[in-house]
């Protein structure tokens, strides 16, 4: 497992705030689970600073559900208080290296990268699509 990890939405891992966050927080929120709301409203009130790989936007418009504009709409809301990367050469470079190293699909590599790159933490419910990577920290912010 990754040496650095935090459970249970720490405040600070290794005294950083900078996150990344992991698309199935946000579907968590989008679906009514209380504590992923509690957790990114910390987001918006400038507790914690954040960030999502641009996959992120993808894969929560890749839902059907964003069909109707009242869902479409309650994702843009979801993705406001974050500064969404792109995908830079630097990003696509680091990606090539997870998938082919750690056997990563494509978003779990953007997104990895994104917070290997920010030196940011990445916060998942997924744990184990990223504990092999060294050097990428990882929180659950709720059970």
Known sequence: MCANFAASGANHLNGEKERTID???IIDMLRGVRAS???LLRFGRGELMGSISAVV???LFAGKRTRNTTEALRVEIA???FHVVPVTIEVARKVGELVRDY???L???LIAATAL???AVL???NVSDFQRIPNLKLEVPYP
């Open 107 to 109: 978003p779990d590599a």
């Open 23 to 25: 698309t199935d927080i």
């Open 57 to 59: 936007v993808t894969e």
């Open 123 to 125: 916060v998942t419910r």
């Open 103 to 105: 056997g990563l699909s």
């Open 117 to 119: 790159l920010r030196n």
């Open 37 to 39: 709301r509690d957790y």
């Open 79 to 81: 993705i406001s208080v």
